[in-house]
Nanobody, 123 residues
């Protein structure tokens, strides 16, 4: 069992920035996706971004390309999501997730999930 804990959410004005963190407990394997999803009220949970833990290959939803950056830090066992140029439509609960490679980071099921952190972007 892997425990994921998100932090860094909050309220920000449109155009502002936030950085979300996802800390993983225990051992972290090299061949893993670390990912971010979000779910807005009355909408399905959607993929936001992912990164391979070992190589650092990144994947992004079209809606966040050029604005969000996913990264990881080995020493802290943590995945980050830097969110810039935030828009009101980015408002959602953001979840981090992890699964082993190989697979499709956009569509494949993830094995571990965090509790979520609220991001609210005001206009």
């Amino acid at each position: 069992q892997v425990q994921l804990v998100e932090s860094g959410g909050g309220l920000v004005q449109a155009g502002g920035s936030l950085r979300l963190s996802c800390a993983a407990s225990g051992r972290t394997f090299s061949r893993y996706f670390g990912a971010w999803f979000r779910q807005a009220p009355e909408k399905e949970r959607e993929f936001v971004a992912a990164i391979t833990w070992g190589v650092g290959t990144t994947y992004y939803a079209d809606s966040v390309k050029g604005r969000f950056t996913v990264s990881r830090e080995f020493t802290k066992n943590t995945v980050y999501l830097q969110m810039n140029s935030l828009k009101p439509e980015d408002t959602a609960v953001y979840y981090c997730a992890a699964r082993r490679l190989p697979g499709n980071p956009y569509t494949d099921a993830y094995d571990y999930w965090g509790q979520g952190t609220q991001v609210t972007v005001s206009s």
